[in-house]
């Protein structure tokens, strides 16, 4: 049970540069979220998803899209990336929606000269 | 804007010392409160969790203090340990959608 993984762990883009980050659970969850971690703000909801098929907007969507087209799966996409994106990105999953443990990846490290 | 805030930035506690974490909401329909541990390189993960019908809960060494009326909950950390070493976030939710706390990371001096 490897709970939830991400690929890559690290990755540096070139300005207008596109990338896709991949994140995968072997739970058996509903809920699929995506958070990006820069110093002093905390963790904020770029995209989520409640079910395989759907996508929604969280805080800071802009210049990101995802897609869940399998329920183990949620893609982060970057289509040009920008230096304002150079953030630490953690993938979540979790069971059920109210008073539930979102479990984390360990992230990937993207930088964005 | 930040809708949970929390507070100090970063202490240091010596061993065997109390490690306080102050955060406070406005949303008054969060209706679940967890606290995460996150060490570095790592991703962050529960370490305990209340909801606004007690005002206290406790597993271990680490206590959470709920004060529904001031929309203000804490946490503390009793006997720490240089293991307790890491930042820790408050979140809050109505729902799903965590909304967290900038994070404050504790050093525990041997």
């Known amino acids: 049970n490897a709970g939830v993984t991400q690929t890559p762990k690290f990755r540096v883009l070139k300005t207008g540069q596109s990338m896709t980050l991949l994140c995968a659970q072997d739970?058996?969850?509903?809920?699929m979220y995506w958070y990006r971690q820069d110093p002093g703000m905390g963790l904020r909801l770029i995209h989520y998803?409640?079910?395989?098929?759907?996508?929604a907007k969280g805080e800071v969507p802009d210049g990101y899209n995802v897609s869940r087209l399998k329920k183990q799966n949620f893609l982060l996409g970057l289509e040009s990336a920008a230096p304002s994106q150079t953030s630490v990105y953690f993938c979540?999953?979790?069971?059920?929606?109210?008073?539930?443990?979102?479990?984390f990846g360990p992230g990937t490290r993207l930088t964005v000269l | 804007q930040q809708q949970v805030k929390q507070s100090p930035q970063s202490l240091i506690v010596q061993k065997g010392g109390i490690s306080i974490i102050n955060c406070a909401y406005e949303?008054?329909?969060?209706?679940?409160f967890p606290w995460y541990q996150q060490f570095p390189g790592k991703g962050p993960a529960l370490l305990i969790a209340?909801?606004?019908?007690?005002s206290e809960k406790k597993e271990g060494r680490f206590t959470i203090s709920f004060n529904k009326s001031a929309k203000q909950f804490s946490l503390h950390i009793m006997d720490s340990q240089p293991g307790d070493s890491a930042t820790y976030f408050c979140?809050?939710?109505?729902?799903?959608?965590?909304?967290f706390g900038a994070g404050t990371t504790v050093t525990v001096r041997a």
């Open positions: 979540a999953s979790s069971l059920r929606a109210s008073y539930n443990e979102q479990f």
């Open positions: 739970m058996n969850h509903e809920y």
């Open positions: 998803s409640v079910g395989e098929g759907t996508t």
């Open positions: 949303n008054t329909a969060f209706d679940y």
């Open positions: 209340i909801r606004p019908d007690v």
């Open positions: 979140a809050a939710s109505s729902g799903y959608k965590l909304s």
